[in-house]
């Protein structure tokens, strides 16, 4: 318990845009982050995963949240993505980004090597007792070490700074497993959901809310998700937990993550730029054809595209959007 | 559609009690068929991987349904296990069936080798138009080959006589892939899953039933929680699914699966007898140990043990039924 | 130590041919083993893997021992696949083999189920104390339970009638660890793999022989592998095993398996008939591809095809023998 | 072709020691050069896995090579590890360090994200195109995107500076899959193994060398190995690959990877300091009980441990030498 508020809600773990170079685009990123909160996310999540946190050097992540944070203006609570090369590392992020008044931070369990369960907790226990900010484990067992469930309880109870744990396994059995394990001891502590595929039922087992790609291309179908939950309209809820789903699939499986988002959030008129992972003329040609399936897609659930209403958005100005979009794409040669 | 009324509620995939020289106990399997139907389950489930259809020989699987068929005497649908070596003897045990009068049969997907999906589709393509009952498919990826979600589709749409398919990946995201693809050209096709430790969110999200190993050791709770969920009691449903998972996971995982679920049905009154798997000493005392935790599970939950009301049973009590459950155990030997 | 000469040389996991209705063809199973025997195969192993036991009932099984053994007429050893529904039918069925004269069985961890390494000890420890006959375990960890090196470990240890371990993991690293705990204790213990694309690495760092697909298919050429490696000529096995390998991939990852060892035994002049497992379009198609494939690494490795020396089968000519191969396999339908 | 020698023979993928800080320790990794060049490896490999690339900072990487290449002062080939955040960060690196004068880098597939085999192909192509030094991929599927065949053999062929693969799968099958699909259209490509478990087995089916792990803790024994295969002596190659094979299995699964290695090299009498992945009460106690192991089997292979002979090392001295790295290791705190 560290006197603050509980996460709670929507947090959208954001792109960044780039500019024809493949730096950061400032300007941009600042357009992105006032669309995301003016569309009704409840927080921002950077350098997570969408983020491409690891395609960035460690001076590019941090002035990745300087920028948000000026931008943000204190609007809504962000959680930081901190983690670097070691520990001394990560350590050093959280304090810098605790300086820059972040609501929290959110580290990724150590990847590349597979970690046993004890040195994991070993490594979340240093932070723990290390961090001036509130700390959100990440669990992500497709890329990185997984964090199990007598960890994350172990962690609660020995470290107050530790405070939630966002999961993107997308078990919903396994969600209920940690809330029993934790929440009678530490009702403060947040239980956040990756894999938007099943946010609704992950609510309905008693979730606090989701870090969600999703919420970074449709933040309006989200938010009404969320609502319906907390308002008690099962059958809303239900309808548009479908919906999500089928643009989810679409972002997580449609290209190599996270290709299809950047994709998916130009459809919606924001500027991305190019990726700075070489594609090749496979994946390009998978972009192109995922571009109209997003847009129908965009346009049943009743969400605007490219500065239209997507009600009346033709293909083919779907087509002359996903063009546009891939053009960015092919600029990238050695950016 | 085969005109008969969709299948939905939950099945109880049943074990087979066992006398003391290892053969089908058929007083005792005809008590338990009893006892399930007495406490509410919806229908039966024999010959599944529960029920051990792999430890059986051919005639044993086939006298397991006379059984059942003749003690159930049309109280409740009765879904057959129907998988043997071959297709070939696989359609001949569907006619079999057909003629005991069971509602359905479940086949599940070829195992041992792992097929590509084609011939999955081959294999039951081959059954859908030879057998005379409504078919389930049955897709259970840890044990088996798995069937996909083109694969269902395609069934569905090219054999009538496929009906249902019955999921046991325990994947929510994925019930609601199989939903969307296949309940809009075929509304009489059931969506069942064998995951009881997510039974709420899969029926909230739209699934019929379940075949629940729950269901065989605490059918009481199972036919609550499907009741609570139709009825739209979503604070009950999720206060008994939190007790269903926590049943299950030790039904599961306590032991090497479906010893735990033997141990169980012991606990509760019923007679199992010794178990066709040779059991290490470490698995003994691994049962001896899981017998009081559900014992306690029971008790907290307020389902009677061994004849006597759980809340009355004493910690000595249940050490004493525990024990008098492993000395059948134990007379395994050379069965 | 059992008293009888250890287990070495290629044992051939010879398939089974059917005949138009799908039953064993006798005459073309003696033909069968005449030919391999023939051609130089130190063994043979039916029931296996390649001898598609699961899908054989329990009577067919046993017949085909009885016409292996009897067309054998003792002039090479064999090893039975022995495993049946459970621990007492594995039991009689090891009885009754060795009422037949085979030199061994060899069973198959427990599958479908995936059993924890205590229970896999205890399920073999059951059959090494009442069998009376020599023992191979099975170790298939894609199948079936893996058998892991401790187990192995203690049965050779308390089990003098476990004599072998067949792996078919194909993980060299593996097989020196096998050998290293076992082999000090146990002089006699033989150590056999089941993967061909390794067989001269395997045999190089002392493995006594093989199970292998490919001496179904091509005798010949494990028979002078094995002879190249016992006879110090590196460079010649070497040679081999490329070639081996080459055909061992298409063997196992050209269709699902075995289908086209039954195409590739066609090849070789030999009667096999449909196959039990109804077969996809897309799967036909594949095997009327891989024919020719084979024919030419089978012209390349100077192996005879159909009858005549390969060298000079033309392209025309195998195309015609896969087309009659094919043929077989179309009149599968409900055989 | 790009005119140099080929890589062949064992390169070494050396740690990094570090001081009480944390910090690189210069004299030591100096130090620890010399010492394994004296010892006979044939190159040195720095930012690999073992070498702990991702605990680095990009600055800190690029100082470890240039302490390398300066104290090794031209005696032997160096491979560097190059990889870093993205494609231009990498390319980046591999100008720096062919300034430098390394014989080639070696960059690991793109890790985190699990990518596609054609985006696999898009950044090596990428990277292939631009580098003004050799390229050696790096296939590690445990820790990163597998490099499948297919995607080498492109390479291959598509691009001259990419002149080597090390695979770290110990698949030897998979190791001769390469070899025939590329070997013939570049003679000049080497193929590498980084698992030493089947060092042998790989060298005689046409391996060009290795970068072990164990010739950094024993670097006379795999020189030996090296030689043995050589020179034809296939009898002293396998009693030393089961040497090799036992060291090789407690550096990989004695405790995370690569901890056992720092143990390992500290029994050796060379100094590696603390690490700089926070290990748990478990793991310190893992490495307690590892030492002796090692220092047993360092002792059975007549290998020097901690500057006197071996084979006069008693246990107790053993015990002292395993204490004082220990030491080290508590002394992390937050280094």
Redesign the interface.
């Known amino acids: 318990m560290t006197g603050q508020k509980k996460l709670q809600g929507i947090f959208t773990p954001n792109m960044v845009p780039l500019d024809e170079k493949?730096s950061i685009d400032e300007p941009a990123l600042r357009a992105y982050v006032d669309w995301l909160i003016q569309k009704g996310v409840h927080g921002l999540y950077p350098n997570g995963?969408t983020g491409e946190f690891?395609?960035?050097?460690?001076e590019e992540r941090r002035r990745i949240i300087e920028i948000i944070m000026d931008q943000n203006a204190d609007r809504v609570p962000v959680l930081a993505g901190a983690a670097e090369?070691?520990?001394?590392?990560t350590?050093a992020a959280c304090e810098y980004y605790h300086g820059l008044g972040v609501r929290a931070v959110a580290i990724v369990s150590?990847?590349?090597?597979?970690?046993?369960p004890?040195?994991v907790?070993?490594?979340f226990?240093?932070i723990g007792r290390?961090t001036p900010v509130d700390v959100t484990l990440y669990n992500i067992p497709?890329?990185?070490s997984p964090i199990d469930v007598p960890t994350i309880q172990r962690l609660s109870e020995e470290c107050e700074r530790i405070v939630a744990i966002k999961d993107s396994s997308?078990?919903?059995?396994q969600m209920?497993?940690m809330i029993?394990a934790i929440r009678p001891n530490r009702p403060d502590f947040s239980f956040m959901t990756g894999?938007d595929?099943?946010l609704?039922?992950m609510l309905?087992?008693?979730a606090d809310g989701g870090t969600n790609v999703t919420s970074g291309v449709a933040p309006e179908l989200t938010r009404k998700l969320y609502e319906a939950v907390n308002g008690?309209d099962?059958d809303e809820a239900?309808r548009l937990?479908?919906v999500v789903?089928?643009i989810f699939?679409r972002l997580l499986f449609g290209a190599?993550?996270p290709e299809a988002c950047r994709m998916a959030i130009g459809l919606r008129g924001l500027k991305m730029g190019p990726t700075?992972?070489?594609?090749?003329?496979?994946?390009k040609k998978k972009l192109e054809e995922l571009g109209p399936q997003l847009g129908s897609l965009f346009a049943e659930a009743g969400i605007e595209c490219s500065g239209g209403m997507s009600e009346t958005l033709s293909p083919k100005e779907i087509g002359r959007v996903v063009a546009s979009v891939l053009e960015t794409f092919q600029a990238q040669g050695?950016?």
Do not use: C, K
């Open positions: 493949g995963s690891t395609r960035f050097t460690p090369a070691n520990v001394r590392e350590i150590p990847y590349y090597y597979r970690l046993s004890d040195n907790y070993a490594y226990r240093e290390n497709m890329f990185a997308g078990d919903v059995g209920m497993r029993e894999w595929a099943v609704m039922p309905m087992i008693g008690g099962v239900r937990q479908y789903r089928q699939d190599d993550f700075r992972q070489p594609l090749s003329e496979d994946h050695r950016f």
